[in-house]
Nanobody, 121 residues
Framework: QVQLEESGGGLVQAGGSLRLSCAVSGRTFSSYAMGWFRQAPGKERAVVAGIGWNGISTNYADSVKGRFTISRDNAKNTVYLQMISLKPEDTAVYYC??????????????WGQGTQVTVSS
């Protein structure tokens, strides 16, 4: 089984930056593609970024291209989401999960608690 723990969220002004982290338990982390998802109030959870098992292939939702960067450190069982030029519409709870393929919306395990990102205008 895989357990997920997100951190790094907070309150930031529009135009600011945050770096989210997701610690993943399990000895086979390096074999999983990983994704970051977000859920805003009243909206469905949606994928924003994905990364292949080796960190080479990445994919982004159109709404975050050029502003968000996903990366991973397989030695630390951690996946990151660097967010710059944040906008109020980025406000959401952010989650990570293993995905079947880096460019798909296909979460594989139970969700963690997520981390709240709030962007003020």
């Amino acid at each position: 089984q895989v357990q997920l723990e997100e951190s790094g969220g907070g309150l930031v002004q529009a135009g600011g930056s945050l770096r989210l982290s997701c610690a993943v338990s399990g000895r086979t982390f390096s074999s999983y593609a990983m994704g970051w998802f977000r859920q805003a109030p009243g909206k469905e959870r949606a994928v924003v970024a994905g990364i292949g098992w080796n960190g080479i292939s990445t994919n982004y939702a159109d709404s975050v291209k050029g502003r968000f960067t996903i990366s991973r450190d397989n030695a630390k069982n951690t996946v990151y989401l660097q967010m710059i030029s944040l906008k109020p519409e980025d406000t959401a709870v952010y989650y990570c999960n293993a995905v079947a393929k880096y460019n798909t919306n296909s979460p594989m395990y139970a969700w963690g608690q997520g981390t709240q990102v709030t962007v003020s205008s």
